[in-house]
C-alpha cells in the first residue's frame, strides 16, 4: 500500500497538468473562435446536441398549445376535460369552481392548475403532463396556454397511434354526458367569451311545434352529428344552420333552447351590432370550440348598424346602394356562420 501512494503524482504535478490542459483548451478555442464563423460553429453545436439528444436521452415532449392554426386546438380542450378525471396522490395541487351563479351549493368542478404536474398510465406506459403558460404576443390574445407531454422516446408513436385518440374519444364521451351546459357571451372589452350555466327547461317533449315540423328537425339533428365523416370525405365543413325568423314571443330562443338539450351542446350568443369589422368577426367566431351552437339574435337588424358606420364615416358619399352593401356584409357573415357545428 505504501509503495503504491508513492507511485502517484504529486498534488504539484496534478495542478501543473490541470493548468496545461486547461490552456491547451482555451488555445484552441481561440483558433476556433477565429477560424470557424459563427454560423457554422452554432451549427456544429446544433448537430452535437441533436446527436446526444437522439442517442443518450430517453424522454422526449409534446407541445399542446390552445389554438391551432389560428382556431381552437381541439386537442388541447380534449386533454383538458380528460386531465381532471386522471388527478391522483401525485398532483400537489388542485384548481377547483363552478360556473352555476343560480346554485351556491353546486358541487365545484375540478381543473388543472398551471405548472402542476399529473401523471397517467396507458396500456402500461406512463406520462406527465403540465400545464403551462406564457404571453400572448398579440394584444386581443390573453395569455396563451398550452400542455407539455413527457414521455420515453420509444412511446412517440403509440402517443400518436393510440394515447392521443384515447383521450379525444374519453372526451367527447364525457362532453356527451355532461350535466350542465353553459352560454357564453363575447367580452369586447377582454377580447375573450364570458361563460355561465345555462338552464333552460325547453326539451322537444315540452316544445309548442307542430308534430311533423318537430320529427324533422330532430331527424336532421340526429343526421347531422351521424355524418362527420361524410362531411369529410366531400371536403365540407362539418356545420349545421338554421334560420328562424317571426315576431318576438314565437318561441325561437326556447328552439333553440330545446335543440342544445337536446345535443348537449353549449351555447354561443353573439351581438354583431358590437364586431367592428370582419376581422374581428372571423377571430370571434375562430374562438369557438366544437359541439356548440352559434346564436345570433336580430341578424337583420345588422345591416342597419353598418350601413350607419359607413355614413359616419363618409358622411358626403352617395349611400343609393346601401340596401346592397348591407345585404353583401350580411352574405359574408352568414358564409363564415357555424351554425350549429361539431368539428
Same mark, same amino acid.
Given at each position: 500500500?505504501?509503495?503504491?501512494?508513492?507511485?502517484?503524482?504529486?498534488?504539484?504535478?496534478?495542478?501543473?497538468?490541470?493548468?496545461?490542459?486547461?490552456? +491547451?483548451?482555451?488555445?484552441?478555442?481561440?483558433?476556433?473562435?477565429?477560424?470557424?464563423?459563427?454560423?457554422?460553429?452554432?451549427?456544429?453545436?446544433?448537430?452535437?446536441?441533436?446527436?446526444?439528444?437522439?442517442? *443518450?436521452?430517453?424522454?422526449?415532449? *409534446?407541445?399542446?398549445?390552445?389554438?391551432?392554426?389560428?382556431?381552437?386546438?381541439?386537442?388541447?380542450?380534449? %386533454?383538458?376535460?380528460?386531465?381532471?378525471?386522471?388527478?391522483?396522490?401525485?398532483?400537489?395541487?388542485?384548481?377547483?369552481?363552478?360556473?352555476?351563479?343560480?346554485?351556491? *351549493?353546486?358541487?365545484?368542478?375540478?381543473?388543472?392548475?398551471?405548472?402542476?404536474?399529473?401523471?397517467?398510465?396507458?396500456?402500461?406506459?406512463?406520462?406527465?403532463?403540465?400545464?403551462?403558460?406564457?404571453? $400572448?404576443?398579440?394584444?386581443?390574445?390573453?395569455?396563451?396556454?398550452? *400542455?407539455?407531454?413527457?414521455?420515453?422516446?420509444?412511446?412517440?408513436?403509440?402517443?400518436?397511434?393510440?394515447y392521443l385518440p384515447y383521450i379525444s374519444k374519453t372526451a367527447a364521451a364525457i362532453l356527451n354526458n355532461r350535466e350542465t351546459l353553459n352560454i357564453?357571451?363575447?367580452?369586447?372589452?377582454?377580447?375573450?367569451?364570458?361563460?355561465?350555466?345555462?338552464?333552460?327547461? $325547453?326539451?322537444?317533449?315540452?316544445?309548442?311545434?307542430?308534430?311533423?315540423?318537430?320529427?324533422?328537425?330532430?331527424?336532421?339533428?340526429?343526421?347531422?352529428?351521424?355524418?362527420?365523416?361524410?362531411?369529410?370525405?366531400?371536403?365540407?365543413?362539418?356545420?349545421?344552420g338554421y334560420l328562424l325568423y317571426g315576431p318576438p314571443g314565437t318561441g325561437k330562443s326556447t328552439l333553440v333552447a330545446a335543440i342544445a338539450n337536446?345535443?348537449?351542446?353549449?351555447?354561443?350568443? +353573439?351581438?354583431?351590432?358590437? %364586431?367592428?369589422?370582419?376581422?374581428?368577426?372571423?377571430?370571434?367566431?375562430?374562438?369557438?370550440?366544437?359541439?356548440?351552437?352559434?346564436?345570433?339574435?336580430?341578424?337583420?337588424?345588422?345591416?342597419?348598424?353598418?350601413?350607419?358606420?359607413?355614413?359616419?364615416?363618409?358622411?358626403?358619399?352617395?349611400?343609393?346602394?346601401?340596401?346592397?352593401?348591407?345585404?353583401?356584409? +350580411?352574405?359574408?357573415?352568414?358564409?363564415?356562420?357555424?351554425? %350549429?357545428?361539431?368539428?
Amino acid at each position: 500500500m505504501a509503495s503504491l501512494l508513492k507511485e502517484l503524482p504529486s498534488m504539484s504535478t496534478i495542478l501543473s497538468l490541470y493548468a496545461s490542459i486547461s490552456g +491547451l483548451s482555451m488555445l484552441i478555442r481561440t483558433i476556433l473562435n477565429e477560424m470557424i464563423p459563427r454560423g457554422m460553429r452554432d451549427l456544429i453545436a446544433k448537430n452535437f446536441s441533436d446527436f446526444f439528444a437522439t442517442y *443518450f436521452s430517453s424522454d422526449f415532449t *409534446f407541445i399542446i398549445e390552445d389554438r391551432w392554426q389560428a382556431v381552437e386546438n381541439e386537442t388541447f380542450r380534449a %386533454v383538458e376535460v380528460y386531465l381532471p378525471t386522471k388527478v391522483g396522490p401525485s398532483t400537489k395541487s388542485l384548481l377547483i369552481g363552478t360556473n352555476d351563479t343560480n346554485n351556491i *351549493f353546486a358541487p365545484p368542478k375540478p381543473g388543472i392548475p398551471v405548472d402542476v404536474k399529473v401523471v397517467d398510465f396507458f396500456q402500461g406506459m406512463h406520462f406527465e403532463w403540465t400545464l403551462c403558460e406564457k404571453e $400572448a404576443k398579440k394584444y386581443y390574445h390573453r395569455q396563451k396556454k398550452f *400542455f407539455e407531454l413527457k414521455c420515453k422516446s420509444n412511446y412517440r408513436e403509440q402517443v400518436m397511434q393510440s394515447y392521443l385518440p384515447y383521450i379525444s374519444k374519453t372526451a367527447a364521451a364525457i362532453l356527451n354526458n355532461r350535466e350542465t351546459l353553459n352560454i357564453s357571451t363575447y367580452d369586447n372589452e377582454d377580447s375573450t367569451w364570458e361563460s355561465t350555466v345555462f338552464k333552460h327547461p $325547453a326539451t322537444f317533449d315540452t316544445l309548442a311545434m307542430d308534430p311533423d315540423l318537430k320529427k324533422f328537425i330532430i331527424e336532421d339533428l340526429d343526421l347531422f352529428v351521424q355524418r362527420k365523416d361524410y362531411f369529410q370525405s366531400v371536403g365540407r365543413a362539418w356545420k349545421r344552420g338554421y334560420l328562424l325568423y317571426g315576431p318576438p314571443g314565437t318561441g325561437k330562443s326556447t328552439l333553440v333552447a330545446a335543440i342544445a338539450n337536446y345535443l348537449r351542446f353549449n351555447i354561443y350568443d +353573439l351581438q354583431l351590432q358590437g %364586431v367592428r369589422n370582419d376581422a374581428q368577426l372571423r377571430r370571434i367566431l375562430t374562438s369557438t370550440t366544437n359541439r356548440s351552437i352559434l346564436l345570433i339574435e336580430d341578424i337583420d337588424c345588422n345591416t342597419k348598424s353598418s350601413r350607419s358606420r359607413d355614413r359616419n364615416k363618409n358622411p358626403k358619399e352617395d349611400h343609393d346602394d346601401d340596401d346592397d352593401e348591407g345585404s353583401d356584409q +350580411l352574405d359574408n357573415k352568414l358564409s363564415f356562420d357555424p351554425g %350549429v357545428s361539431e368539428s
